[in-house]
Nanobody, 124 residues
Framework: QVQLVESGGGLVQAGGSLRLTCAAS????????MGWFRQAPGKEREFVAT????????YYAASVKGRFTISRDNAKNTAYLQMNSLKPEDTAAYYC?????????????????WGQGTQVTVSS
C-alpha cells in the first residue's frame, strides 16, 4: 500500500497555470506507475495522464495533451502535474493514483491506491 496526498489546487483564470503535487508514503514509491484523474460535478471520473515508474514513459488524454505535463521525482516520493493554458472545462477535482503495474496505466481499475483529491477551478 502507498498513501497519497494531493496539493496545489485552487482558483485560476483561463489561460493560467497550476502545478499539482502528489506526495506518497508507505511502500516503495518508485515501483509504482502514477496517474492523474479528474472528476467534474455530475460527470464520471476520467483519465488525465500517466507516467511509468522509471519516469521516461508518459501518456495523456487528448483533451490535455500539449497543455499538461506529468512528472515524478522518485527521490522525493512525489509526482507532479503541471497544467498550463487552463480552460474552464478543466475545472474538476483532481486525483492522483498509484498502480503496481510499472508501465504507463490508463485504465482506472488498475490503480489500487488513490489520494483524496484537490479542487481545480478555472474561471472564464
Amino acid at each position: 500500500q502507498v498513501q497519497l496526498v494531493e496539493s496545489g489546487g485552487g482558483l485560476v483564470q483561463a489561460g493560467g497555470s497550476l502545478r499539482l503535487t502528489c506526495a506518497a508514503s508507505g511502500r516503495t514509491f518508485s515501483s509504482y506507475a502514477m496517474g492523474w484523474f479528474r472528476q467534474a460535478p455530475g460527470k464520471e471520473r476520467e483519465f488525465v495522464a500517466t507516467i511509468s515508474w522509471w519516469g521516461t514513459d508518459t501518456y495523456y488524454a487528448a483533451s490535455v495533451k500539449g497543455r499538461f505535463t506529468i512528472s515524478r521525482d522518485n527521490a522525493k516520493n512525489t509526482a507532479y502535474l503541471q497544467m498550463n493554458s487552463l480552460k474552464p472545462e478543466d475545472t474538476a477535482a483532481y486525483y492522483c493514483a498509484a498502480s503496481q503495474q510499472a508501465a504507463i496505466v490508463v485504465r482506472m481499475g488498475a490503480y489500487e491506491n488513490w489520494g483524496q483529491g484537490t479542487q481545480v477551478t478555472v474561471s472564464s
